[in-house]
């Protein structure tokens, strides 16, 4: 998603303070998403611009959103709640409707600080409609490809995937795995969070979860994530191996791996939707796993994205994988496909 297109999430439940609020969200020309209840605030406040909120609002979250800049409103100059603005993390607070010009104002300055300090490189989300749909190796695929040409980050969202270290079979290689980074406030430089991370020959710089028999207190969060990307991709490529409730804020393109069938075309639709409202770019990678009930054209109508690369099974693959690793030389279906995927974000 690209910085124009962030969204404002809107989380107001005043009935007088809502549609001036959403007018304003409006009047800065980006997506609004208006919210309903805390559960959307959290399911977006991670790709969203900033918040927009209320004293309602803000009583009910249960956690802060991260890093999302957020401007608490009021309608009441005589009453403002200032112990559930600290509660929402709020930046500022504007009273409504006489302050609307200077909350445009700080939405205004919002973007161009964004804009400022946009940086070059290119974040790719991988994610399955289902379950086998091969997500993780199309992912590693990707990485392989951009390692011919760049230095690729491969970042696994998944706790219980057994990490893509062991896709890549470099599960021996030392190196910084999701719990064992502390960022802390300072400038990270991305060369030097690169070097915390195993690496493949190849130069693929791989961020997993451990594996331990113990009960890790770890549990990534949006934060996190969102703070690891902003220093990877101040250049190259960063490939995100997402479940579709993990997709980045910054996320240049959403690819899709759907099996060609019709339940899977079914989840696909709605994780399309979901990119559709916070305008990420979103693409289709069609699967076929020995039976496929669906044609390109027919998963394309029911999705509602395009097809841009199909997989094929491939005999001895997944054993090949469990053995020793995805094989330097890649079988051809994949290769196409990362190299379609390229072509699309490029």
Request: include cysteine; glycine fraction near 8%; hydrophobic fraction near 45%.
């Amino acid at each position: 998603m690209t910085t124009e297109q962030a969204p404002i999430l809107v989380a107001i439940d005043n009935p007088a303070l809502h549609p001036e609020a959403v007018h304003i969200a409006a009047a800065t020309g980006r997506p609004v998403i208006d919210a309903r209840d805390v559960l959307t605030v959290t399911r977006h406040s991670s790709r969203a611009h900033a918040l927009l909120i209320d004293d309602t609002y803000a009583r009910e979250l249960h956690r802060p959103p991260g890093s999302l800049p957020v401007y608490f409103l009021s309608d009441d100059p005589a009453g403002v709640d200032f112990e559930a603005a600290m509660n929402s993390h709020a930046q500022e607070v504007f009273l409504l409707p006489a302050q609307a010009k200077e909350l445009l104002s700080a939405l205004g300055k919002q973007t161009q600080f964004e804009n400022a300090s946009r940086d070059s490189g290119r974040v790719i989300a991988v994610v399955g409609a289902a379950g086998g749909a091969g997500t993780s190796t199309v992912a590693a695929a990707l990485a392989r490809v951009a390692s011919k040409t760049g230095s690729p980050t491969l970042i696994d969202t998944h706790r219980y995937s057994g990490g893509l270290d062991l896709l890549f079979g470099i599960e021996e290689v030392i190196g910084a795995r999701w719990g064992d980074i502390s960022l802390g406030d300072g400038d990270v430089q991305r060369s030097d969070l690169r070097l915390a991370f195993p690496t493949t020959d190849d130069g693929v710089a791989v961020l997993s979860s451990a594996r331990t028999g113990i009960n890790d207190p770890f549990r990534l969060d949006a934060h996190d994530l969102d703070r690891v990307i902003r220093i990877l991709a101040t250049e190259d490529l960063t490939i995100v191996d997402a479940s579709p409730g993990s997709i980045p804020a910054r996320c240049d393109l959403a690819v899709v791996v759907t099996p060609a069938e019709v339940r899977a075309a079914a989840a696909a639709s709605l994780i399309v939707s979901e990119c559709n409202a916070t305008n990420t770019p979103v693409v289709l990678v069609a699967r076929h796993r020995g039976w496929s009930g669906l044609n390109n054209n027919e998963l394309e109508r029911v999705a509602g994205a395009p097809v841009i690369a199909e997989v094929i099974q491939v005999p001895r693959l997944a054993r090949t994988i469990e053995v020793s690793g995805l094989p330097q030389r890649l079988p051809g279906t994949l290769d196409r496909a990362a190299h379609a995927i390229l072509q699309e974000a490029s």
